[in-house]
């Protein structure tokens, strides 16, 4: 179903800091992703493909804060179609801050910003 929210990511200046914060607050596991400045993050029980296996719960990601990704926290929302998301998106009065790009063989994912500044994410899982 579109519309969920399916993942959040947090920014960070040094992941290893983060990873030990956020593993000793709450107990998340934090699973660096190799050859990127990329952290999943499980925050309940999943299964092998990290999907959670407790209704209504969220994993997440962290990446090394940069100017070319948002500077705060994101929520992560999936659409059936990250193009038509982001058109109408720009209709409603958002703009796009990144255009879909391929993660892996998972899917697509994208960023935008609402008509409040807040920015948001897009993810298309691969079909």
């Not at 990290?50 to 209704?55: K, Q, S």
């Not at 994993?59 to 100017?67: A, D, L, P, Q």
Request: no cysteine; glycine share 12%; charged share 20%.
């Amino acid at each position: 179903m579109s519309g969920k929210v399916v993942h959040f990511e947090i920014p960070a200046d040094d992941s290893s800091r983060a990873s030990t914060f956020y593993s000793g607050a709450f107990g998340w596991n934090m699973v660096p992703v190799p050859d990127m400045d990329y952290t999943m993050i499980g925050t309940t029980p999943s299964n092998e493909r990290g999907e959670p296996t407790d209704p209504g719960s969220i994993n997440g990601g962290m990446y090394v804060r940069n100017e070319q990704l948002p500077k705060g926290p994101v929520i992560t929302v999936d659409v059936a179609d990250i193009d038509a998301a982001l058109d109408k998106i720009e209709s409603l009065g958002g703009k796009t801050v990144s255009p879909k790009v391929p993660v892996g063989e998972m899917g697509y994912a994208a960023y935008f910003q609402d008509p409040e500044g807040n920015v948001l994410g897009l993810w298309q899982t691969r079909g």
